[in-house]
Every structure is written in C-alpha cells, then in structure tokens.
C-alpha cells in the first residue's frame, strides 16, 4: 500500500481548485498521506528532502564506524554499536518514507552510489580521535535533534512519524557523545587537549549544518508554506548555539570563534561568520573525505551484490518449489 | 545498475499482550523469512514488540481517499448509534 498504489502524479499549479484545497488542509494543520492529491512541487520537495535525509543517517555510519573496533572501553564500545545501528535503521526509516511518493529504494541507492545526490556536509570530515566521537554525538547528534524535532509535525504524514521515531532514538546519541566528552574534559591534560581539538575543528561543520543562511537559501520559503519546515535555518541554528555555548562552558572548554559573546539584552549568543565557502566546496564534493565516503558505500554496495541475488533466487525457488507442490 | 526490485513488507508489531498489532512501517526483503528477520532488526531495538507480523505491501488493498466522503460521511447523521443521544432521567444514575 505504501509505495505501489500511488495516483499517478496529477499535474497541477498552487491556484488550482485542487491547489487551494491542498493548501487549506495544510493551513488547517491536517496531515497529507501517500495517496492524497498533492502539488508536484511538493511532492518533487519532500522526495528530495526525504532521501538526502536518509543518505546523511547511511553516509553518517562512516566516520563513526571507524572508531568501533578502538573503543577505549567494553561500555564504549556497545554504545558506539548501538548508536551506529540506530543511524542505519534511521536510514532505512526516512527511505521508507520517501518511498511512499513514488520513488523506488534502488532508484535511492543508486542516486546516492553515483554521487548524485546529496548527503549532510558534516559527515565528509575525517574522525581523528577518540574525542571525535564525543564531539560528534554532543554537536552533529545534538544539531540534528534540533532540526529533527520541528519535523515530527511535518505536513507529510510518513515523514512526520519517521521523525519522531527517529527523535526519541536521538536522545541517548547525544547523551552519550556529552559523556565522552565530560570523562576527557576531566581528564588528564592529554586528554582535555584531545576534547578541546575535537571541539575545534567539529564546531564550525555543525553550525553549517542547518543550510545557507535565510537570505540564501532557495527552498525555504516553499517549504515554510507547506509546513514542512517550521523555523528558518538561521533561527535554528541560533537555538543551538544557545543551548551548546553553555554546555561547552561547563566542560571548560572554549569555543574557536573569538567573535563568540553573549548579548545580555537579547539572551542570545551571537557568533562570527561562518565560512559558506568551505560549506558550498565540501557539498559539491570537495571536503576531506567525500570520495573516501563515497567509495565506501560503493563498496559496501557491490559487496553485498551476491547476498542480495542468492537471497531473490531462493525466494524464487521456494515461490517454484510451492507452486509444484500445490498442483 | 539494474537492480532487481526487493519486495516491500509492510511490518505490524504487537507491543505488549492485550493489545492489537500496529503498523509501523515497512522493509525490503527477499522473502518473508527475511523479512521477519529485517523487521526485528529496523523495529525492535528497544523492546518494542512480543510478535511481528509482516505482509506483502502488494496483497493489502486500501479505501481511495477520493471516496472518503462516500464511505464515511453517512455515519455523521446517525447520531442515535452513540448512547448520549438517549435521554436518561437524573434519578436514574448508571446506566
Ligand atoms: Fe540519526
Ligand atoms: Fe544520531
């Protein structure tokens, strides 16, 4: 029922009669399931959306993937797995979601293996250290909670519970990114180096992780009117500079952004510019590991060739074998 | 890149006994075997069901939106099939 059945995409602008009813539904904060009407443009929106999303939770297995086998501790290392599966079947959450418009899970896959697609910059950044991890789950696990939450009431139903599913998982990630970072900021003097380096050079990719700014960016106007989105790029992005500056303070760790001070007036941490050139070269291709990345799931990809094709055959025999036996 | 098409599943899980099996959503496997087997790894890693149920997403056939009002409307003016449409006197508590 959820990816089969579809209505044959209905061609429509936004004043069309259909067009104004879709938008009353949306304004009347109804929820728009697979097979209802809905604008093209939403529809080309949300798969696009929908699909770098899940993209980011498979690329996003990577770097952390390769601190699993040198985790410091037994503990450690069973959260570490556990978060890196939760990212996987986050994945295969939001594929499912985006499946439900029309799109096939190979037509997917394949996107992403020819490079295609895009997936969150932040996770073409190499993992260095152990800190690594912690800074990770702290900021790129705590970044995407604020971004994921205002999702759980988005206008498109699959998306919408695959995000609160996808939330409540989320939690312990960050926490236990929090915890890492606590054990190194108290630590040894080695130790507090590698938190604060971790912190360095994660802070800057995690602020560009919730897009160009407002004045920039293409598709949020569309995307703010159709409730997919709630709160502007920039606006969240401040929220997260508000809630982690703190935190990072209780570590007694400081922040690589001397421009970083708190307005009393407002309440809010304002902070130095960002540098949207290095955001824009490591979307289109050019950061430290996008081919490593790549390459990577290429090969995951291809290796599993055979285990998919032994797996469709057998199912193919026993459909046969079945079919015999009931004749 | 042709890739063969894995059949979807949509997958129901019975959280605790007492309670019906709930859709939550759905996965690709080659056979229902597979498919039970994918569904207790994306939907269950945190205790979340006693029983799985996996169905092939193409045997299910769903109502079309569009007769939405033609399958549901006439229920709106049947008032009288919820027990608040009675009259019941004050002296009479409990019914
Ligand atoms: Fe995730
Ligand atoms: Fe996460």
Partial sequence: MYSQALNAPALATDDSEAGQRFQARIEAEERIEPNDWMPEAYRRTLIRQISQHAHSEIVGMLPEGNWITRAPTLRRKAALLAKVQDEGGHGLYLYAAAETLGVSREELVEQLLTGRAKY???????????????????????????????????????????????????????????????????????????????????????????????????????????????????????????ATVPQGHYLGLGFPDPELRLNEATGHWEFGAIDWDEFRRVLAGDGPCNRERLTARQRAHEDGAWVREAALAYAAKGRNGRTRAAA | MAEPATPLWEVFIRARTGLAHRHVGSVHAADATLALQAARDVYT??????????????????????????????????????????EVPDEVDNM
């Fill in chain 1, 120 to 242: 969150s910059s932040i996770f073409n950044y190499p993992t260095l250290s152990w800190a690594d991890i912690g800074a990770i789950g702290w900021l790129v696990d705590g970044a995407a909670i604020m971004n994921q939450i205002p999702l759980c009431r988005c206008s498109y139903g699959p998306y919408a519970r695959a995000m609160i599913r996808i939330c409540k998982e989320e939690s312990f990630h960050q926490r236990q990114g929090f915890e890492i970072m606590t054990v190194l900021a108290r630590g040894t003097d080695d130790q507090k180096a590698m938190a604060q380096d971790a912190l360095n050079r994660w802070w800057w990719p995690s602020l560009m992780m919730f897009g160009p700014p407002d004045a920039q960016s293409q598709h949020s106007d569309a995307s703010m009117r159709w409730k997919i989105k709630r709160f502007t790029n920039d606006s969240l992005r401040q929220k997260f500079v508000d």
């Fill in chain 2, 45 to 86: 890693r945190r205790g979340e069901g006693l029983s799985i149920w996996v169905v092939p997403s193409d045997a299910i056939t769903a109502s079309d939106p569009t007769d939405k009002d033609m399958l549901f409307e006439p229920t709106a003016s049947k008032i009288y099939r919820h027990p608040t449409f009675y």
